[in-house]
């Protein structure tokens, strides 16, 4: 079993910066990638950055640049550094991470989402 903890969203200004993490416990060994994902009211979750074992990085068109997704190796914790941070960025933002098990099908493991607002 693995837990997520996710930090470090709240209020910013257009044009700011945060930086979300996402703590993992339990059997961490298990852990290969993950991901960041972003849901708004009324709107579909969308795919923001996966980042694989390999560390192979992949965002979403709207990103332009503007994030960074990244995973410590020594903590397991996993970051979504954001800035210049857009109005329509405002979202519940989940972190996603895959866990390989011998003999088992890949799993998924979610946390439980934090709120990213925007506003001047």
């Known amino acids: 079993q693995v837990q997520l903890q996710e930090s470090g969203g709240g209020l910013v200004q257009p044009g700011g910066s945060l930086r979300l993490s996402c703590a993992a416990s339990?059997?961490?060994?298990?852990?290969?990638?993950g991901g960041w994902y972003r849901q708004a009211p009324g709107k579909q979750r969308d795919q923001v950055a996966i980042i694989t074992a390999g560390g192979i990085r992949n965002y979403a068109d709207f990103v332009n640049g503007r994030f960074t997704i990244s995973i410590d190796s020594a903590t397991g914790t996993m970051y979504l550094q954001m800035n210049n941070l857009k109005p329509e960025d405002a979202a519940v933002y989940y972190c996603?991470?895959?866990?390989?098990?011998?003999?088992?099908?890949?799993?998924?493991?979610w946390g439980q989402g934090i709120q990213v607002s925007i506003s001047s």
């Open positions: 996603n991470r895959r866990a390989f098990r011998v003999g088992r099908p890949v799993k998924d493991y």
């Open positions: 339990g059997s961490i060994n298990t852990l290969n990638g």
